[in-house]
């Protein structure tokens, strides 16, 4: 019983330490193009020879900007949705540890249970594993 209960712990904790990491790596991602994009929004207009503003300078500079916004709606979202994702299965953790003293006994022992029936259906052993065939089988040996 304790070593299902510690190993779902273990699975569950390894999958919340990989989606926190996601988030976290999407997130320097998205701070990363946020400042590409605030410096290219408000950095200097790069100038030709002339002191005129080149027409094909702005349009190659408002084409990124919109590329560099698109990519960051996109990484937002994702790292939003990650981000729920780890607080989700932090919570679903925590109340799984909550249960160690009230309902977890019970529940994980019966699925341990359910594990040795399978196993001995499994081995060829399912006549023994029937409960009416098991009763028999000990009341034959203790009547003799």
Known sequence: MVIVYTSL??????VGFLTRRRAANLERRYTKVLKEANGLLHGPPKEGNS???????SAKRTYQLGQ???????????HCTWQHRAEKLAQLVARLRDWKGRKLPYVVGAFDALGVLCALEYAGLGDYANPRQLVQLVTAWISG
């Open 9 to 14: 712990l273990v699975l569950l904790g390894g």
């Open 51 to 57: 002191g005129r503003a080149d027409p094909y300078q």
């Open 68 to 78: 560099l916004a698109q990519k960051k709606e996109q990484l937002e979202t994702a």
